[in-house]
């Protein structure tokens, strides 16, 4: 698996668990879900992303979107 899906694994993983913890537990854990937007979309335009960084520096196989 390389970093690209590696990326939307983990961003569309973490949206799901803030949302089934918001309706368990609190609406404040949709503030996670917009943290995990909010740098999916400056990704987008930018080409930076943290995960993408820790995974290259473990040696991952890179992908299209960061290299």
């Known amino acids: 698996m390389n970093i690209d899906r590696m990326v ?8 799901l668990i803030s949302v089934l913890i918001s309706l368990l537990h609190s609406a404040y854990w ?8 909010a740098n999916l ?9 943290p ?3 820790v995974l290259k520096r473990l040696e991952f196989p890179t992908g299209a979107a960061f290299k």
Not at 30 to 37: D, E, S, Y
Not at 41 to 49: D, R, V
Request: glycine share 10%.
């Open 8 to 15: 939307f694994a983990f961003a569309g993983a973490m949206v």
């Open 30 to 37: 949709l503030l996670l879900t917009a943290f995990v937007g």
């Open 41 to 49: 979309l400056q990704a987008a335009f930018t080409g930076i992303c």
């Open 51 to 53: 995960l993408a960084k």
